[in-house]
C-alpha cells in the first residue's frame, strides 16, 4: 500500500460514469499514496428504475428521517448497498469504500494497515471521515471518543457514543456489510444515517482522529440541494410519529450504550 509494505485491500470507489472530472481526480490522489482502486459505477438517481424504488419505504422514511428522500439519496444509498452485496458475494476481507469527492491523507495507507491488525475491538466499520460540525470540532469529551488503540502518525482509534454522519471514506468488514443489508433492505433515510442507527442495526460507532479524510471543497455535492421549507403543510399526525419516533430513538440509544 505504500514505501513501508503492501496490504491485501479491496479498495472500491463509488463515481458517477459522468463525473469525469471525479474520476480522474481521485485516481491521480490515489496514485500518489500508494493506493490502487477499482471503480464502481454509481446508481444514476436521474435513472431510477421502478426495481430501484420498490425498495423505498415513504411511511418509514417520513417517520425516521423527516422528510421524503431526493432521488440522489436514493442512488447514493443503493451505490453503498450494492457494494455490501458484492463483498458478501465475492468473499471479500476489510474493503476501504470511497465516495469520489474523498481526499486522502498521506498517512491514510498506514493508518489501513493498522486498522486491520487491531485486535480488539472486533470493529465492524470504521469511519475515516465525518461532516458532523461536533465531531470536527468537538464542544466536549462526549463528541471525542474513547480512545481504543494507537495508530500511526499519533492518530487513534476511537469509539463514539453518537452518530457520525458521512460515508466518504470508511473501512468495512463482511460482518458491517452482512448488518448493513439486513437492516437497509428497506430504504428510509440515507446511507450514512442508516448505518448511524447503531442501537438497532449493532453497528458500534468507530472512527479515526484525526480524521484523515474529508470531502474536496472543488466538487459540489453531487446529492444536490433540498428545496426550502421540508415540513410546510405537513399533516399533524406526521408530526407526532416523527416525534414519537425520535423520543423512541432517544431511548433506545441510551440504553444501547449503557450496555455495550
Request: glycine share 8%; aromatic share 8%.
Amino acid at each position: 500500500m505504500d514505501q513501508a509494505g503492501a496490504v491485501d485491500l479491496p479498495v472500491f470507489v463509488i463515481n458517477l460514469a459522468r463525473d469525469t472530472a471525479r474520476r480522474e481526480a481521485m485516481a491521480a490522489q490515489l496514485a500518489a499514496i500508494g493506493l490502487t482502486a477499482s471503480f464502481v459505477p454509481a446508481v444514476d438517481g436521474r435513472l431510477l428504475t421502478a426495481g430501484d424504488r420498490a425498495a423505498y419505504h415513504r411511511a418509514k422514511c417520513l417517520r425516521v428521517y423527516g422528510v421524503e428522500m431526493l432521488d440522489s439519496e436514493i442512488g447514493c444509498y443503493l451505490s453503498h448497498y450494492r457494494l455490501y452485496q458484492r463483498i458478501l458475494r465475492d468473499d471479500l476481507p476489510a474493503s476501504l469504500i470511497l465516495e469520489d469527492d474523498a481526499r486522502l491523507d498521506p498517512a491514510t495507507p498506514a493508518i489501513l494497515r493498522a486498522l486491520l491488525g487491531v485486535a480488539e475491538p472486533a470493529w465492524t466499520v470504521v469511519r475515516l471521515e465525518s461532516m458532523r460540525g461536533r465531531l470536527l470540532r468537538p464542544p466536549s469529551s462526549r463528541f471525542v471518543g474513547i480512545r481504543v488503540a494507537d495508530l500511526p502518525d499519533g492518530a487513534g482509534l476511537y469509539r463514539l457514543r453518537t452518530h457520525v454522519l458521512g460515508l466518504g471514506a470508511y473501512l468495512i468488514r463482511p460482518a458491517g456489510a452482512r448488518r448493513m443489508l439486513e437492516y437497509g433492505a428497506r430504504i428510509f433515510s440515507p446511507i450514512d444515517q442508516t448505518m448511524d442507527r447503531f442501537w438497532e442495526n449493532g453497528i458500534v460507532p468507530y472512527i479515526v482522529r484525526p480524521f484523515p479524510a474529508r470531502q474536496d471543497a472543488a466538487f459540489a455535492s453531487s446529492i444536490g440541494a433540498r428545496p426550502a421549507g421540508r415540513n410546510a403543510g405537513e399533516p399533524f399526525g406526521v408530526w407526532m410519529r416523527r416525534r414519537a419516533q425520535r423520543l423512541a430513538d432517544s431511548l433506545r440509544k441510551r440504553a444501547f450504550n449503557l450496555t455495550t
